[in-house]
């Protein structure tokens, strides 16, 4: 951790988490070294923790007894968890629409949550919302910690130990990373953390079609992300319709040989399914994102059966049970009489 004196060190056990080889997907592919790392094993269920570790430390060493932050979910849970243990108030203002469970997760950790109409969806709401809070933040002389480099660089230091531990889980042999993207702060950190060691791994930038600011522009050649009006994707976490790290990713995912990619809602759901049904993996949708990224570049052969590829799985399936609910059509369980049970197992059979 940068920078932390140990007794500051805010640490619930994030980072290090578990690399695991595909054993359906990437076969049904044809990518037959096909990895998931999976950051939703992280403490509060996603990559976030490496961002909040770092952040809440600094608060902690610098005294600071309050944090205000935005968040569409992630960010927050992280926050609020870390703050907890660093005994810190922390003020929450979440985007209009962010999925009950990561607001539920937030308000246990003892977070004060404000939702905000129009927040994360309106630009004009969204703008004047972080304006209000750039100024009060400045006044009180308090970061706003927004999981992004234009915003919290060294914060996004603890995001790059992503690329660090995949390096050496891989022993530096990995040709392709595919990564999801809102406002390109994750993809950024690790381009960056795998540029630092020097190492020539392709870092593939993958967007929802309906927030689609930094994908294709990155692979039209395109010197700049754009802006959307409002995003139209049902991606929780990804719903980032404003350019934000976007210019700079397109720079070093473009340096690093890698392209853009988006991908529609119904595919990724469809790919979320799979993970849980094929890999055993319980991603939120946002987390099958770069799988459903990976299939378009085989689509396009830009990705050989040779070569080893990483897919991160951003955050865990507990993190958005109502896209759970509304897209995989699981019938209810209701209880049945003990006197039924042997005969359902025998129809199992
Ligand atoms: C689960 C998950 N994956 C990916 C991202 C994308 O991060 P970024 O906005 O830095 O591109 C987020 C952001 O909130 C997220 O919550």
Redesign the pocket.
Known sequence: MPAVAEQHRVLLGEGHTPLVRSVAIGPRLGIPHLYFKLENLNPTG???DRFAAVLVSELKAAGQKVCIATS????GAALAAYCAAAGIRCFLVVVDGAPAPKIKQMQLYGAEICMVKGFGKDPAVTTGVFNMLEHLCRAQRLPLPI??YRYCPSGMQGVQTIAYELLEAMERNVQHIFV????????LAVAKGLAQYGAAVRVNCVQPEGNDTIATPLRNGAGAARAAASSATGI???Q?PSV??GNEVILSCRASNGNGYTVNDRRVFAWQQALAQTEGIFA?P??AVALAGLEDAVQRNEVGPHEKVVCLV??SGFKDMLSVDTYFDLPPVTPVESAQLESRIQYFF
């Open positions: 996603s990559y976030k569409s979910g992630n960010t999981s992004a999801p993207a809102g406002g390109g702060g994750l993809t929780s976490g990804l980032v934000i790290d939120e946002a987390g951003t955050g």
